[in-house]
């Protein structure tokens, strides 16, 4: 049997490791992912109660389903999750994340299984796997994408987000978000960002089938909405075959 190679850059690990401390601050490192929250909820939500046919007034569509979201940091996304129903794991390549999110869901009272690992060294199956801005910070994406194919059960639902690779990916989140330290300095390598074809392409080759791609999109007046334009960051929902 062939060994499956970490997915995990430790530059990255370490990167992000250190923002654990406020990760939690509205206000702090992670503030982008606060203010893509409610957008990124709201395109989950559509997406969970169209694959399983549910009911978009029910308080806990996720209930009875277990979720896995992969690259989790302090756990932004996993404590709405599991307040949607879900039972949830949390991972991440930082220890320090994964010790910041075990603390605030403990105070939270929420129950959910977090582990400094990749992604690789997951064996269980679940019903949804969620992994948003984080493709483009891996070691192997080829290799990430089979380890979140092999993560998602028959009949599973996968849920990604990504920056696209564009000139205004480019100008938005590098030079002027990071340029005016709005995300910490160095976090993107644009090189690393992916198309929508790019990811399309690794998903169909882990044996998944793409389902919908919305555009993310930012405008001062609005914030994060979600868009017809993928130019800065979208979303990608799969489905086994
Ligand atoms: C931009 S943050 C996104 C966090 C979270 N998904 C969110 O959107 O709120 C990227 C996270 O991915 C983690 N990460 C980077 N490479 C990873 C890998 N190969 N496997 C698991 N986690 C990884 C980082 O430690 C960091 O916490
Ligand atoms: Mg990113």
Redesign the pocket.
């Known amino acids: 049997m062939m060994m499956a190679s ?4 430790p530059r ?2 370490q ?3 250190a ?1 654990a401390k406020d990760w939690w601050d509205p206000k702090g490192s ?1 503030a982008m ?1 606060h203010k ?2 409610p957008v ?1 909820l709201g395109y989950i939500r559509a997406a969970v109660d169209l694959h399983w046919d549910g009911d978009d007034t029910s308080f806990t569509p996720l209930a009875g389903k277990t979720a896995l ?6 756990g ?2 996993c404590e709405p999750l599991a307040r949607l129903g879900a039972a949830v794991t949390g ?4 220890a320090e ?1 994964i010790a910041v999110a075990q603390a605030h869901a403990a105070q939270a009272g929420l129950a959910i299984d977090y582990r400094a690992v ?2 690789e060294a997951m064996t269980g199956r679940f019903d949804l796997v ?5 493709i483009e ?3 192997d994406p080829a290799g ?1 994408v089979r380890g979140l194919a092999e993560s998602l059960a028959d009949g599973g639902l996968l849920v990604l ?1 990504t920056p696209n690779r564009t000139p205004l990916s480019r100008l938005a989140l590098i030079t002027l978000a990071e340029g005016t330290g709005r995300i910490p300095r160095g ?1 993107h390598d644009w090189d690393k960002f992916l198309t929508p074809e790019d990811l399309t392409d690794l998903l169909e080759r882990a044996g998944l089938t793409v389902t919908d791609v919305q555009g993310l999109g930012f405008s001062p007046a609005t914030g994060f909405v979600l868009s017809g334009s993928t130019q800065l960051d979208y979303f990608v929902t799969a489905k086994r075959v």
């Open positions: 970490s997915t995990i850059d990255e690990a990167h992000f490791g923002m992670s992912l893509l929250n990124r979201d992969v690259g989790c940091g302090a932004l996304l991972i991440d390549a930082a994340n990749g992604v969620t992994s948003l801005e984080v910070h891996v070691a990430f987000s976090t």
